[in-house]
T-cell receptor, first 112, second 113 residues
């Protein structure tokens, strides 16, 4: 059974820092991996989706990488801002028809 | 723009009441999902539906049922609400056999007293 772990569970940084959030999964035979952002009390917003054949995806200040063989993905946030404060979740899919397996998230606080 | 809506942002019900949570998507997606999210437990899948009139149990279906009579609408039903069903409920949808990207609604915070 696929298991997804996110470390750290919480992270606090000063504004302007570059930071990395980690996601690891136990079964490397994934179809794709998705990173989400969740603001307190709100739903999930999709940030980036990486297909199993891809190594990375970029959107603005966000860059997500995928290393299937080691069962890891990282979300890199450049020049962090207070508006980046949120919980970030990763989720993996083992096929185009399967459900997602979620990590428990990393709660990020960026201080001015 | 992709849109998943949920009928209520906040809901307060009494123990034993029958509760309906509604989810509507406007993307013509075949697949729809209901999750609950609790501190320390993360997101857990309750039920999902591959298409109209179809339903599959997720990881925690006990105490819940679902209905999918139209493609755009997926309802979660708590037959007899209990206090341990107090939670954040999230609905999602995705295109069948696509890139598997899921789109989420804003969530319903349900409190059962």
């Amino acid at each position: 059974k696929q298991e997804v772990t996110q470390i750290p569970a919480a992270l606090s940084v000063p504004e302007g820092e570059n930071l990395v959030l980690n996601c690891s999964f136990t079964d490397s035979a994934i179809y794709n991996l998705q990173w989400f952002r969740q603001d307190p009390g709100k739903g999930l917003t999709s940030l980036l989706l990486i297909q199993s054949s891809q190594r990375e995806q970029t959107s603005g200040r966000l860059n997500a990488s995928l290393d299937k063989s080691s069962g890891r993905s990282t979300l890199y946030i450049a020049a962090s801002q207070p508006g980046d404060s949120a919980t970030y979740l990763c989720a993996v899919s083992n096929s185009g028809y399967s459900t997602l397996t979620f990590g428990k998230g990393t709660m990020l606080l960026v201080s001015p | 723009d992709v849109k998943v809506t949920q009928s209520s942002r906040y809901l307060v019900k009494r123990t034993g009441e029958k509760v309906f949570l509604e989810c509507v998507q406007d993307m013509d997606h075949e697949n729809m999902f209901w999750y609950r999210q609790d501190p320390g437990l993360g997101l857990r899948l309750i039920y999902f539906s591959y298409d109209v009139k179809m339903k599959e149990k997720g990881d925690i279906p006990e105490g819940y049922s679902v209905s999918r009579e139209k493609k755009e609408r997926f309802s979660l039903i708590l037959e007899s609400a209990s206090t341990n069903q107090t939670s954040m409920y999230l609905c999602a949808s995705r295109q069948w056999g696509g890139n598997n990207e899921q789109f989420f609604g804003p969530g319903t915070r349900l409190t059962v007293l």
